[in-house]
């Protein structure tokens, strides 16, 4: 099933919030505009408002606020990818130039900064504390994963659980604040915000380790994006911390080691690292650890009535396991 027919119930909305979003990007300063619809029309998938939007369905939320708060959604993720490009000297994003190698990087951040505060201008147009207290907590919390993802460079000595905490907050948290807001919005019981708000943080998570998964096991046409770029700047991803465990020799550690050292990777640099993590499981036990999240998600929705919601919900976490994008 594709995205399109998962989605399909909330079709009128995500168009709307596709116009909000082109609407509000429109600026005097011809810049913003142009990198906003470049990065805007470049095919993304819109999963975050999607999100936002089903889970209002869930709770048959109606108020205009869904659109807005969605295209807010949109704003922070979209200013956190001109920021990675510019750190990670993308040249490619949803298989086309990134914003950064067309305009450069100081442009790409100011804008990613304008978005920001796009953001939170729509956010305190909602006028409710409570999704203003999500949005900014997840702002905060988003920064601390991409910062200590940067502290964590390099470092093979990165264990499970900093890996876990840097994905959580860098990718589970939109996910997990976007099904939050719905629930605030809809004034639902605690126990049912807890449980979409739980589902959001673990598909959030299940998304970030296939994507992980991707970077040794795919190609760029597939992916969208230049392969092997966690590799070349040194991070340190689920992939490779299971292989160097699963392979449990020291001569491999050291090649891995002085490869993660060096000032360039070449080609066959990248390749040896992508065969030795997939020669030692590295791929394959990323998703098994991303199945485990979906299943986890997937039982957080059994306290809710069945509804066409509950199954797009559903559909969704298991083509997160499936995706290639």
């Given at each position: 099933m594709t995205l399109n027919e998962i989605f399909s119930i909330i079709d009128e909305d995500l168009k709307l919030v596709e116009d909000s979003?082109?609407?509000?990007?429109?600026?005097?300063?011809?810049?913003i505009s142009s990198i906003g619809s470049h990065i805007f029309g470049s095919g993304g998938k819109r999963l975050r408002p999607a999100l936002l939007l089903l889970a209002c369905k869930l709770f048959d939320y109606k108020g205009p606020e869904r659109i807005y708060l969605s295209s807010a959604i949109?704003?922070?993720?979209?200013?956190?990818?001109?920021?990675?490009?510019?750190?990670?000297?993308?040249?490619l994003r949803r298989g086309k130039q990134s914003a950064n190698s067309i305009w450069g990087n100081e442009a790409s951040v100011l804008v990613g900064d304008f978005l920001f505060a796009k953001a939170f201008i729509l956010i305190v147009g909602s006028k409710n504390i409570r999704v203003l207290n999500i949005l900014s907590n997840a702002t905060g919390n988003l920064a601390e994963g991409e910062i200590f993802e940067l502290v964590k460079t390099g470092d093979l000595q990165t264990s499970i659980n900093d890996y876990f905490e840097i994905i959580k907050n860098k990718t589970g948290v939109l996910f997990s604040a976007a099904c939050e807001i719905a629930a605030v919005l809809a004034d639902a019981p605690h126990n049912l915000l807890n449980s979409i708000k739980s589902y959001g943080d673990k598909i959030g998570v299940a998304f970030q380790l296939i994507?992980?998964?991707?970077d040794y096991a795919s190609t760029d046409v597939e992916l969208g994006k230049k392969i092997g770029i966690d590799i070349q700047e040194g991070k340190v991803t689920l992939?490779?911390?299971?292989?160097?465990?699963?392979?449990?020799?020291?001569?491999?550690?050291?090649n891995v080691k002085e490869i993660f050292y060096k000032d360039s990777i070449a080609e066959d640099d990248i390749n040896f690292l992508k065969n030795f993590v997939l020669e030692n499981r590295g791929v394959e036990d990323t998703i098994k650890q991303a199945h485990n999240f979906i299943s986890q998600a997937k039982e957080e929705l059994s306290i809710f009535h069945d509804s066409p919601a509950k199954t797009s919900l559903l559909l969704l976490a298991d083509f997160i396991l499936k995706r290639r994008f």
């Amino acid at each position: 099933m594709t995205l399109n027919e998962i989605f399909s119930i909330i079709d009128e909305d995500l168009k709307l919030v596709e116009d909000s979003i082109h609407h509000n990007i429109q600026n005097k300063i011809e810049l913003i505009s142009s990198i906003g619809s470049h990065i805007f029309g470049s095919g993304g998938k819109r999963l975050r408002p999607a999100l936002l939007l089903l889970a209002c369905k869930l709770f048959d939320y109606k108020g205009p606020e869904r659109i807005y708060l969605s295209s807010a959604i949109e704003y922070i993720h979209t200013a956190t990818l001109l920021h990675d490009d510019v750190v990670d000297n993308s040249v490619l994003r949803r298989g086309k130039q990134s914003a950064n190698s067309i305009w450069g990087n100081e442009a790409s951040v100011l804008v990613g900064d304008f978005l920001f505060a796009k953001a939170f201008i729509l956010i305190v147009g909602s006028k409710n504390i409570r999704v203003l207290n999500i949005l900014s907590n997840a702002t905060g919390n988003l920064a601390e994963g991409e910062i200590f993802e940067l502290v964590k460079t390099g470092d093979l000595q990165t264990s499970i659980n900093d890996y876990f905490e840097i994905i959580k907050n860098k990718t589970g948290v939109l996910f997990s604040a976007a099904c939050e807001i719905a629930a605030v919005l809809a004034d639902a019981p605690h126990n049912l915000l807890n449980s979409i708000k739980s589902y959001g943080d673990k598909i959030g998570v299940a998304f970030q380790l296939i994507d992980d998964a991707l970077d040794y096991a795919s190609t760029d046409v597939e992916l969208g994006k230049k392969i092997g770029i966690d590799i070349q700047e040194g991070k340190v991803t689920l992939p490779l911390i299971a292989a160097l465990t699963n392979a449990n020799s020291d001569s491999l550690y050291s090649n891995v080691k002085e490869i993660f050292y060096k000032d360039s990777i070449a080609e066959d640099d990248i390749n040896f690292l992508k065969n030795f993590v997939l020669e030692n499981r590295g791929v394959e036990d990323t998703i098994k650890q991303a199945h485990n999240f979906i299943s986890q998600a997937k039982e957080e929705l059994s306290i809710f009535h069945d509804s066409p919601a509950k199954t797009s919900l559903l559909l969704l976490a298991d083509f997160i396991l499936k995706r290639r994008f």
